[in-house]
């Protein structure tokens, strides 16, 4: 069997800590083919190093997108750019893996699912905590639950360049055209407004936050236990980097606690509170590869309480999310993490917004959004 051929468009930190170097040990399912970012430098460091020839380097995305030998391309860039880049592949009859945020606006993610409709393609969003064997397995025995008491989603961690920085050598260029930064600023503003209208800077920063460390946390929770019925409150402080958010379930309740500090740890867990049992599925940072992901069960039966810590293997959950979507492609299977589950995590966004700005507005009363 050949190895799909990928194209890859945004070689900045996950590129070169994770994708490349993953693409790079599984040469029996993938084949690095092309490459491309804004920085002339960055093609050709990362060109050199992973062999891919001057012309098949590419400053736009779009001539990437336009080559014939891409079976699968991955959009790495800048959020803003997501919708743009990946619509230029599928329009070209390449599948499509693209990091989250999948897009920021409902617009970009409806826009996404029809391109990939008329070009027949498939199109998957890179939520790797969802492939990690510790979570298959928390999922099952979560569904077996006869009770949810309690759900508890946990996501404080301290930038991701302390950790970064003491693990690996990236190449951070500084040769971007002047213009591409004052064109990533305006769309980022622009694609904010259009997501939630005229908001504050601290409920841009929220919603930020939202697209990013936090999408992985609220996809990770909806495949656990669903979509919430409504966001009962929401509440921001330090200028919208932290975030506690509570959703009813009707028999239960979750809560968010999600925000970015200075400490050189990563504090990342989901845990389900059942009546006799309970789980917690917990990570750790995904920029030192291998680490492996835990699950705690705590049960009691009887007078007998037991705790168990289970690690189904060492293979990071990149990886497996890799191998699945090899699979998918070669065997025309199902993509989970896809764009319609996405288009969830953006309805979940939203309400949390209007949990927001109604606790704003009216800080001594009860916030919700339906």
């Known amino acids: ?57 590419f400053l736009d995305f779009e001539d990437l997108a336009k080559r014939d030998d891409l079976d699968v391309v991955f959009v790495l860039n800048s959020d803003e750019y997501h919708a743009d880049s990946a619509i230029a592949a599928m329009r070209s009859g390449k599948h499509v893996m693209v990091e989250k945020p999948m897009c920021l606006t409902m617009a970009e993610a409806e826009r996404m699912i029809r391109e990939r409709d008329a070009a027949g393609v498939s199109l998957m969003v890179g939520y790797m905590r969802r492939y990690a064997p510790a979570f298959r397995e928390a999922v099952d025995r979560v569904r077996a639950m006869e009770r949810i008491n309690y759900v508890r989603v946990r996501d404080i961690i301290g930038q991701n360049r302390l950790i970064i920085d003491q693990v690996e050598d990236v190449v951070r260029p500084d040769d971007f055209p002047a213009e591409a930064g004052r064109d990533r600023q305006q769309r980022a503003a622009r694609l904010v407004s259009e997501a939630i209208g005229e908001a504050s800077p601290e409920l841009t920063r929220a919603y930020r936050l939202l697209c990013g ?49 200075s400490q050189v740890r990563f504090d990342a867990h989901i845990e389900v509170y059942g009546e006799t049992s309970s789980l917690r599925i917990e990570y750790d940072t995904p920029y030192i590869r291998h680490l492996p992901t835990r699950l705690y069960l705590e049960e009691t039966e009887g007078e007998r309480f037991t705790e168990t810590v289970l690690r189904p293997t060492y293979a990071d959950p990149y990886t497996r999310e890799l191998e699945y979507l090899h699979d998918a492609l070669v065997n025309g299977t199902g993509i989970k993490t896809s764009a319609e589950d996405f288009t969830d995590d953006l309805r979940l966004f939203q309400w949390i917004i209007a949990a927001l700005r109604q606790s704003t507005a009216s800080p001594n009363a009860p916030a919700g959004a339906a």
């Open 1 to 57: 069997m050949n190895p799909l051929r990928v194209g890859v468009i945004g070689l900045g930190e996950v590129a070169q800590i994770i994708h490349l170097p993953i693409l790079s040990s599984m040469s029996n399912r993938y084949a690095l083919t092309a490459i491309c970012d804004i920085s002339p430098s960055l093609l050709t460091e990362m060109g050199q190093r992973y062999g891919v020839p001057e012309q098949a380097r």
């Open 213 to 261: 460390l936090s999408s992985h946390d609220l996809s990770a929770m909806r495949e656990l236990i669903g979509m919430p019925e409504r966001v009962v409150s929401a509440s921001q402080w330090h200028g919208g980097s932290f975030l506690h958010v509570v959703m009813d379930y009707g028999e239960f309740q979750a809560v968010l606690e999600t925000g970015v500090d």
